[in-house]
């Protein structure tokens, strides 16, 4: 699961290690290798394990609270994890980063849509004059939820929602359709995907198959994080 929820943004160079072939087709090994160097993910899974006393960062209650949120990382308390995150990222975090203090502890959750909306620096660049472009990379870098309306051979018509910002808040848009290849360079994490099922996307590219619950975690955690998120931005 790890490997299928990352593969999208490592294969586009944004995160993770250089690897030829695609992340999720390489042997259990190689994926715990290379999991190991993803500076975003692997921080948060190892904080998990430790305090949830689960020994293996990799396993599936981790990974799929990481990504979708919900779930076993959801009853962590925010304070006690951020302190822990932070102890892992804030040595090597640059001056881009000056904002992983303490303060975050409002914001700070155990998944992803935290460290896209409250650890990277996207959403302290709104509001500048140049918009449209933050905004794409924390719509793309957060996990999507989507409806699967048709299928051709190698494409997908998906109903998802896009991020937007009126100028002061971060809001999902109504559900739209667009265009999911199955296949990607001759990998696919879903290649059996048909019309009615529920998808995870990532940078627009397909992660697998949702069950209804884990669409209400991904949603539930998406909203949340970008109440506590506007309440920062109406601050500034």
């Known amino acids: 699961m790890f490997a299928r929820y990352a593969h999208a ?32 993910a692997w921080p948060y899974l190892r904080v998990m394990s430790r305090l949830t006393g689960i ?10 609270s990481y990504w ?9 308390d925010p304070a006690e994890f951020l302190a822990e995150l932070l102890a892992v990222i804030g040595p090597v975090a640059g001056h881009y980063w000056a904002h992983l203090t303490p303060d975050l502890a409002s914001e700070a959750a155990a ?13 302290r660049l709104l509001g500048r004059g140049n918009d449209e472009h933050p905004v794409r990379v924390l719509d793309n870098c ?7 309306v048709s299928r051709t051979e190698n494409e997908l018509t998906v109903l998802a929602r896009r991020l937007e910002w009126d100028g002061h808040r971060l809001e999902l848009a109504a559900p739209a359709p667009r265009q999911i290849p199955v296949w990607v360079d001759g990998y ?14 990532h940078w627009d590219r397909l992660c697998g198959p949702l ?3 884990q669409v209400h975690d ?6 949340r994080q970008l109440s506590v998120t506007n309440d920062r931005l109406s601050r500034k």
């Open 9 to 40: 943004p490592n294969a586009l160079g944004y995160c993770g290690p250089a690897e030829s072939a695609p992340m999720a087709t390489l042997p259990p090994a190689a994926v715990r290798a290379m999991a190991r160097r993803f500076s975003g």
């Open 55 to 64: 020994d293996d960062p990799l396993d599936r209650r981790l990974v799929e």
């Open 68 to 76: 979708l949120g919900g779930g076993i990382g959801a009853r962590l």
């Open 111 to 123: 998944n992803h849509c935290f460290h896209v909306f409250g650890v990277y620096p996207w959403t």
């Open 142 to 148: 957060r996990i999507t939820w989507g409806a699967v």
């Open 188 to 201: 696919s994490p879903a290649p059996e995907v048909k019309a009615r099922d529920l998808v995870a996307l």
């Open 211 to 213: 069950a209804p619950e």
């Open 218 to 223: 991904l949603a539930d955690s998406t909203a």
